[in-house]
């Protein structure tokens, strides 16, 4: 053990470099949220403190969508996809004759719901496999450095929000290991992650597509196949977390009821935890929505984090600045 | 990305250390093997060559059985699994009049072929499925620590490999991450490997049980489940480093012909790459074993190295200890 604790060791000195310098968590605003998290850090992190918990041991987990970049009007993966299926229509002349294609292309939901979800997942999957996992990669960059989000009319890596990405280099300075675990595909996040949050590719948890291994002209790839291996959601989330990590985190971050036993799977049970919600309530810098909206429910979990005390951040109350190219 | 940088060459420090002390890899003798992984470990640190690879991209995956420890006579967590089907079947009076039961105590190999692989599978399902991850990690927790290996009298966790301790000590000193990846099951290495290589359970990719979650008497907890949710072998193993590392290693490690598509995977392509296969030629201190072996066959990969070029390990030759409590 004797390097990893010498790394561990290391890893703390910019917590002891950055005590001098900035104040910590500058995007959010003093009162009861932002003292939850920092009493947490304190007491998990301070060796006197019957709470101390070792670096190994303090993983902290963050849901994606809607918790660390926005997710309306639509998932942006969901957007993604809509935008591939427009640009690979031409090689598909058989799409004429299939209602899903109209119907997908219009967000006719209407119309969608008559035709149900059969064709028109078989649709995406033809879009979306047959090409190697690298190549795949490289559509999605693409995608992100040139497609708009409709409202902020930016690309959407610029959705973060300011406030997490403090939060998360304020945990990694703090000895935590900083994790996504996202309903969204392994693929789609590992695109940006690392630029947006620091996050490297093996850090992120997400739902997942059958890949097979082949050579393809001699040389070694994974081709993506048109069925999904795994679901990162709601129950998966947990189950998600033991497959990569095999630890129990002790602080979860979520906005919607897909995050509920994630929540639940770090937060409950002895020892200090931190469970956080990010509700979305601020309609001028970003959205509001919680109960009824079908993008990123939050329903169950708000009623869940009422009983257990968990922190509900107001993104209007608790955050000076949303994203990172507002004025604060 | 700069906290990661400062910590990145934070972490090169030990090697800098290092430089001054022992010499590298002591348990290896001088030849072509060890200088085969030297030479390599040198171009792709160094600044100035063309083959340098910055430390984010230098992945190194190790297959586990057979590579970093014994597989023989019987793979140990298949030694685990009849173990603990013998303690279980007090509270499985109906296994009585199960064929199955007497022939796997047996290893009756002509019974078990006789009865097919359905209801063993399905023996082994129920000894092994129902408890939460918890309390089915503490029995293999006390199963490594109580049951013996039939020749060499020892605990099972005593045959790592010295020599490869040291490698994976010595390419984490010059900035590698190091996994496993291996077939067998995620919970059996996770007791033990970070005790035993410094890898902790993030690192360790292997076969997996299905999982579900679930608030038993109020406490969140994951149940085993009878089914096996995906075998990190063969083919799979590329699909699995794909899974939780998403990036393509530089460097492989294995034994058998499972490990093969993770060899091409990590070695054939542009650039510097390192594939190296540990070959059992050692009746005296371990086994000798290949092309006819039932455990651990090495077939195909041996004709593959030879084909590449690949760096073949001589366990009688290259190695002068083999495990930790030999006398060198």
């Known amino acids: 053990m004797t390097t990893r604790r010498l790394l561990l060791s290391l890893a703390l000195l910019p917590a002891v470099l950055a005590a001098s310098g900035e104040p910590d968590l500058p995007s959010w605003r003093d009162g009861a949220s932002k003292q939850a998290i920092v009493d947490f850090v304190r007491d998990v992190t301070d060796e006197g403190s019957k709470n101390f918990v070792s670096p190994a041991e303090r993983v902290a987990v963050f849901d994606n969508d809607g918790t660390l970049w926005s997710e309306q009007p639509l998932y942006f993966q969901a957007a993604f996809m809509l935008d591939r299926l427009k640009s690979v229509a031409a090689e598909h002349p058989e799409w004429k004759d299939n209602p899903a294609y109209p119907a997908l292309v219009a967000r006719d939901d209407a119309m969608l719901a008559r035709i149900g979800m059969k064709p028109v997942l078989e649709l995406l999957a033809v879009a979306n496999t047959g090409m ?22 930016r690309p959407y890596p ?12 304020y945990l990694r300075e703090h000895g935590f290991e900083t994790w996504i675990v996202s309903g969204g595909g392994i693929e789609f996040m590992r695109a940006w992650t690392d630029d947006a949050y620091d996050i490297p590719p093996e850090r992120v948890v997400g739902s997942i597509a059958e890949t ?4 393809r002209g001699g040389e070694p790839v994974l081709v993506r196949d048109p069925n999904v291996a795994f679901v990162d959601d709601g129950p998966g989330k947990p189950v998600g977390i033991y497959r990569a990590i095999g630890r129990r985190p002790i602080a979860a971050f979520g906005n919607s009821d897909g995050d509920l036993q994630m929540l639940q799977y770090a937060a409950v049970g002895e020892g200090r935890r931190l469970a956080v919600i990010v509700h ?6 970003e959205y509001a929505y919680d109960r009824e909206s079908r993008i990123g429910r939050l329903d169950k979990a708000l009623d869940e984090a009422k009983a257990r005390k968990w922190v509900v951040v107001s993104m209007k109350d608790d955050w000076k600045q949303v994203f990172p190219w507002e004025s604060p």
Chains 1, 2 share one sequence.
Do not use: S
Not at 161 to 168: D, G, I, S, V
Not at 212 to 215: A, D, N, R, T
Not at 280 to 285: F, G, I
């Open 280 to 285: 979305h309530d601020d309609t001028e810098r």
């Open 158 to 169: 610029d959705l973060v929000y300011k406030p997490m990405q403090e939060l998360l280099a």
């Open 132 to 153: 190697t996992t690298t190549e795949y990669a490289g559509t999605i960059r693409n995608w992100l450095r040139t497609a708009q989000h409709p409202r902020f009319k």
């Open 212 to 215: 097979h291994f082949e050579l």
